[in-house]
């Protein structure tokens, strides 16, 4: 008796592509839209919140505690290679406490 031919079950469609961004200060992986982009324009790092402002880009969770975070451990500044002002590190604090705690 033959065996019958194992069918292959079509493959799920696929997945359309979402680009997922790191979060610079909790290394959590979320999709582009979930993520704040931060830019460094002409010397100033600011929060690009549509994501298309030219210039490198850096990833935040829109929570406080990662704001925090990468504020205080320069990892803004490492991840664009750029110096913050005072003011500059301020109105992103700032930017931050507006922000949730964190996720629910
Ligand atoms: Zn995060």
Same mark, same amino acid.
């Given at each position: 008796?033959?065996?019958?031919?194992?069918?292959?079950?079509?493959?799920?469609?696929?997945? @359309?592509? $979402?680009?997922? +961004? =790191? %979060?610079?200060? %909790?290394?959590?992986?979320? &999709?582009?839209? !979930?993520?704040?982009?931060?830019?460094? #324009?002409?010397? $100033?790092?600011?929060?690009?919140? @549509?994501? @298309? @402002?030219?210039? +490198? &880009?850096?990833?935040? %969770?829109?929570?406080?505690? %990662?704001?925090?975070?990468?504020? /205080?451990?320069?990892?803004?500044?490492? &991840?664009?290679? =750029? /110096?913050?002002?005072?003011?500059? +590190?301020?109105?992103?604090?700032?930017? &931050?406490? #507006?922000?949730?705690?964190?996720? !629910?």
């Amino acid at each position: 008796m033959k065996t019958p031919k194992v069918e292959h079950k079509p493959q799920a469609p696929r997945q @359309k592509h $979402v680009p997922e +961004r =790191t %979060c610079i200060a %909790c290394r959590a992986a979320k &999709g582009k839209r !979930e993520m704040v982009r931060l830019v460094c #324009s002409t010397s $100033v790092i600011e929060v690009d919140p @549509k994501g @298309k @402002k030219p210039g +490198r &880009g850096v990833y935040l %969770c829109p929570y406080r505690k %990662c704001w925090e975070m990468s504020l /205080k451990s320069n990892r803004i500044e490492y &991840g664009l290679r =750029t /110096k913050l002002s005072t003011e500059n +590190r301020q109105s992103l604090l700032e930017y &931050g406490r #507006s922000l949730p705690e964190k996720e !629910e």
